[in-house]
């Protein structure tokens, strides 16, 4: 699925249009969070990493990102290619530690 298909796929989903960008910045920092809770419980608490439940909330975090950038009408697309762009440029070769 190209990014742009996926934001306009998501965008069918968004429910509102008052305060559309605070609710999907919120909505981005809570799912966040959530994929931190899952990967500090496995490296401190011991517990299997949940594959499934991983995949879950990194979807939603997608999806709050895929709404805020349709309210700010900026195509996924641009975001992904720009953010390559960026790190090929600071690490023309890869990065080498």
Known sequence: MEFNDYQKAANRTLYGNEQVLTNCALGLAGE????????????FRGQKLDRDELV??????????????????????????????????????????
């Open 32 to 43: 966040t969070g959530q994929v931190v809770d899952l990967v500090k419980n496995y490296t």
């Open 56 to 97: 879950h909330e990194m979807g939603d975090v997608l999806w709050y990102l895929s709404q805020v950038a349709q309210w700010a009408n900026i195509p996924f697309d641009e975001i992904a290619k720009t953010n390559i762009d960026i790190l090929n440029d600071r690490y023309p070769d890869g990065y080498q530690n």
